[in-house]
């Protein structure tokens, strides 16, 4: 095989930084050839790509060569920019900021069409519309006219795919292509990406941090760590023994005490974000988080779960229903009472950065937040979180990501609550700071009597976390089982999210060829089952009323008579 | 779209009310009247009286406010007081001029930005950007009567290439169609020039500020990582972002431009608005002034009114599902 790109010596750093970020690093891609790079947030993934592609930001210098088939790449004929488009492409991360607000996907796509396989305007939008088609993407002749904020963000990950195939590289650099696309979705990525390379044996940079798509998309693995490339095993293979499922919970689910009091309840919970017709986002939750125990709220981006959570919270106010933190009614009244219990809710977010006070030091944010200071107070929270007293005198930003959720943890508690809401508080944590801080939230949990709600889109996580699972979809509760095993959920849309696992996929042999999902039918009035139309069990009462969720066996609900009266192992290799 | 179109008309009416309101008092509350100034002399005190009474200038403001707002909502603006013809004909000849030249000089005055904002961008940091950039900031500092001056001088008299002032030739009604259209245009080329080179400084910046801005985006990384030209993104890619917000500062573009061509209508004796409100400003002809100002703001408002439908129609996030429409 012939050599396409080769990285000797490689280093990249910023001016003013005491240390390069990337440190003599050598990578050779040959034709045709799938390499996945892995490596933490920060590790200097992202200035590999664009030292690749000869894009570095400005503030950036390089020592070192990139070589394109064996000549350097900036002496190439015609320079650099003459490689990019045929030679290598790049994917860029973000679906929404890739893509040119006030082009038309037609625009976009066949603009690379036009100028590296030398079409016509007309030949160009048909190349388009087959490409757009190749990709699964529905009606491709609309979608030429469409505008990038009308698509949704896997449509518009996939219509970036277009434009970079449009240029028929030899070599495309993906760069945490799926990484804000909930599994689902990510899955058919993945499937269209590898199908298309394979049909155009083009080579594939796949950069990611997640190890759990290695398998799925290169044959080789090389990890970065320290600025340098650790090759790993096979790709194929590296999945083994990579990650020993482990469990922060430790033993059994903890089961809810016969005699205790719910510490937060909502009942009939609706939340709409626009007029009293619009859809809601969440439409009718019944929920009880009980002290000391931690409920797990999975599902896909769109199904409700962050207006759940906020409306929990009191950061949202409900269209109706009911939320009580020990008794006393928070949701609406204003009085000192309703105000009080509202405090005893607090709420943890996923971007711990932005929801601290980048001008205010540790220790004052946490006594900001207790509103008084007790003489030890700080350095207690901060213990309590594990970090060192000395952190009080610092800022935000010279914190680390998981350090900083850590900070923020303090905060909440900095309050007394009694109940923590988390949304999605490690999905911009890396591996080892994750386990980390889920067993922190654990420890605290437990030695507080806290409930916690742990908002995520990851399974796994809340299988290792939490007591309980809860499945939501379409702004409905639509399973709720212990968190034992992922064997307990039975519902078809459980076990889509389930199988579109990077996990499960590893080990299901045909998910390439698996159909695209169906569009989800969004914004159809709301009567029959939200699923009906895209799941394989439906029947014709699916789409008359909406099924109740129904109890099974105690702790175990679900909203799908079909599902109830079928054995559990049917599922396992159902969509 | 309708709704939202409604209530911005109904802002623009409440405006308009206001201004003519304010327009009336500070006319009315400055001192001196229109005897003082025009027939003055020749008048004795009892005749003096007597056209206070037919002018209705003795009676309470109020009511001449009221008199006034009817009147004018009649069409009939009164008549000039020093031209003794009807307002509305001294000033519906004035409108299509002052049109003609602001909407040309801002077509030049953008056509001027955006190609000079191209080029500071396309060479950011050299040689091009430092000598556009300053060539620029000269323009837009010069008093605009100095610049039109110097452009009359240079053009009209040494070159002789323009004329010196005026709508048209004396003899233009003699003249074909297609040879009067090039009289005019010949007639329009230096008064127009003169809004535009001093004005499109202040735009250009502005474009290139946003051109910067959009370069720096990611989608523009993308673009470039699909080998598409530097050319090509910033015309194509980038330029749109830069311009889109053009079409709302033309709301604010356009009064500057109707102020600036006061001055450039003197000088060049262009027979637009602005050179009649300073003629009846002069004599203290009360019915132009109102008139000639009430006008001026029914432009700008309009203009500004269009350029925010216009923004609307152009941006395709806020057309379909943006912010406001309700
Ligand atoms: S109720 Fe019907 S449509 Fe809904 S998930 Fe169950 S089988 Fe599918």
């Known amino acids: 095989m012939n050599e396409l790109l080769r990285l000797s010596g490689l280093t990249v750093g910023f001016a003013g930084a005491a240390l390069p970020v990337l440190r003599g690093l050598d990578l050779e891609l040959a034709e045709g050839e799938a390499v996945a790079l892995v490596g933490a947030s920060g590790s200097g993934k992202t200035l590999l790509a664009r030292a690749a592609l000869g894009l570095l930001p400005p503030e950036a210098w390089q020592q070192g060569q990139v070589n394109w088939r064996g000549v350097e790449a900036r002496l190439a004929p015609g320079g650099w920019g003459a490689l990019r488009g045929r030679g290598l492409t790049w994917l860029p991360q973000e679906p929404l900021s890739g893509l040119n607000p006030l082009l038309t996907v037609g625009a976009q796509v066949s603009e690379a069409a036009r100028q590296h396989q030398g079409l016509g305007h007309q030949d160009a939008l048909r190349f388009t519309v087959d490409l757009l088609a190749e990709l699964q993407l529905p009606s491709p002749m609309e979608l030429l006219y469409a505008w990038p904020h009308e698509l949704s963000g896997g449509m518009r990950q996939r219509v970036l795919l277009a434009a970079a195939l449009a240029c028929g590289p030899e070599l495309l650099i993906a760069d945490e292509p799926t990484s804000n696309l909930d599994t689902t979705v990510q899955r058919d990525l993945l499937a269209v990406l590898d199908r298309a390379r394979r049909a155009r044996g083009m080579a594939l940079l796949f950069i990611t941090h997640d190890h759990d798509l290695v398998p799925l998309v290169a044959d080789r693995c090389v990890e970065i760590s320290d600025g340098r490339l650790v090759e790993r095993v096979s790709g194929r293979h590296a999945h083994e023994g990579a990650r020993a499922p482990h469990t922060v919970r430790g033993a059994a689910p903890r089961l809810v005490p016969g005699n205790a009091a719910p510490a937060l309840s909502a009942r009939a919970l609706v939340v709409r974000h626009g007029a009293a017709e619009s859809v809601p986002a969440v439409a009718g939750v019944d929920l009880d988080l009980w002290p000391g125990r931690s409920v797990g709220l999975v599902g896909e981006s769109a199904a409700g779960k962050s207006s759940l959570a906020r409306a929990l919270a009191g950061h949202l106010r409900p269209s109706s229903g009911v939320v009580s933190v020990g008794c006393v009614a928070a949701g609406s009244d204003r009085g000192a009472a309703a105000r009080a219990a509202r405090r005893r809710v607090q709420m943890l977010f996923q971007d711990a950065g932005a929801s601290l006070n980048p001008r205010q030091r540790v220790g004052d944010t946490l006594i900001e937040a207790a509103g008084a200071a007790h003489p030890g107070m700080v350095s207690r929270l901060l213990a309590e979180v594990g970090l060192d007293e000395a952190l009080a005198m610092r800022h935000p930003h010279a914190l680390s990501g998981g350090q900083r959720q850590r900070v923020a943890l303090a905060r909440c508690l900095a309050t007394d609550p009694a109940v923590l809401i988390a949304d999605e508080p490690t999905s911009a944590l890396d591996g080892g700071t994750r386990a980390r801080v889920l067993e922190l939230l654990t420890r605290v949990m437990v030695t507080r009597g806290l409930a916690v709600l742990l908002v995520t889109h990851d399974l796994d996580t809340a299988l290792s976390f939490c007591d309980e699972l809860l499945v939501m979809h379409s702004g409905l509760i639509i399973e709720r089982a212990p968190a034992a095993s992922f064997a307990l959920l039975r519902h078809p849309h459980s076990r889509r999210l389930l199988d579109c696992r990077p996990a499960a996929l590893a080990s299901t042999s045909g998910w390439r060829d698996a159909p695209a999902a169906p569009a989800p039918a969004g914004g159809r009035p709301f009567s029959g089952c939200p699923l009906a139309g895209a799941c394989p069990l439906q029947n014709a009462s699916c789409f008359k009323e909406l099924p109740p969720l129904a109890e099974l066996a105690p702790g175990r609900w679900l909203r799908c008579p079909p599902a109830s009266e079928l054995p559990p192992p049917q599922f396992i290799d159902t969509i | ?326």
């Open chain 2, 1 to 326: 779209m309708i709704p939202w179109l409604a209530r911005r008309l109904l802002w623009s009416l409440l405006m308009l009310v206001l201004l003519m309101t304010m327009v009336f008092a500070i006319v009315r509350l400055a001192p001196g009247d229109p005897l003082d100034a025009g027939a003055a002399e020749s008048v004795d005190a009892r005749e003096r009286q007597l056209l206070r009474e037919r002018l209705g200038l003795d009676e309470p403001l109020a009511g001449q406010y009221v008199r006034w707002v009817s009147a004018c909502l009649r069409g009939d603006w009164g008549l000039s007081l020093r031209q003794q013809r009807p307002v509305a004909d001294v000033v519906g000849e004035a409108v299509g001029p002052t049109l003609l030249l602001t909407l040309t000089a801002y077509l030049l005055h953008l056509a001027l930005a955006v190609l000079a904002a191209v080029a500071m961008a396309a060479y950011r940091g050299r040689f091009i950007d430092h000598l556009v950039g300053g060539a620029g900031l000269v323009l837009l500092s010069l008093p605009g009567f100095w610049l039109g001056l110097m452009l009359l001088l240079l053009f009209a008299r040494q070159l002789g290439w323009f004329p010196a002032g005026g709508l048209q030739s004396v003899d233009a009604a003699l003249l074909p169609a297609g040879a009067r259209l090039l009289d005019l245009l010949r007639h329009l080329a230096l008064p127009a020039a003169t809004l535009a080179l001093g004005s499109y400084m202040g735009t250009a910046r502005y474009v290139r500020a946003a051109l910067d801005e959009a370069m720096g985006q990611e989608f523009i990384l993308a673009a470039r990582s699909r080998g598409v030209s530097e050319r090509r993104l910033l015309w194509r890619h980038a330029l749109p972002h830069a311009l889109l917000p053009l079409i709302t500062l033309a709301g604010l573009h356009l009064p500057q431009l109707l102020g600036g061509a006061v001055v450039v209508e003197v000088v060049f004796g262009w027979p637009g608005l602005g050179r009649v409100s300073v003629e009846a400003i002069g004599a203290r002809d009360y019915p132009v002034i109102m008139a000639t100002t009430f006008l001026s703001a029914v432009l700008v408002t309009a203009g500004s009114l269009l350029a925010d439908a216009g923004y609307r129609r152009a941006d395709p996030r806020v057309r379909l599902t943006g912010p406001g429409t309700p």
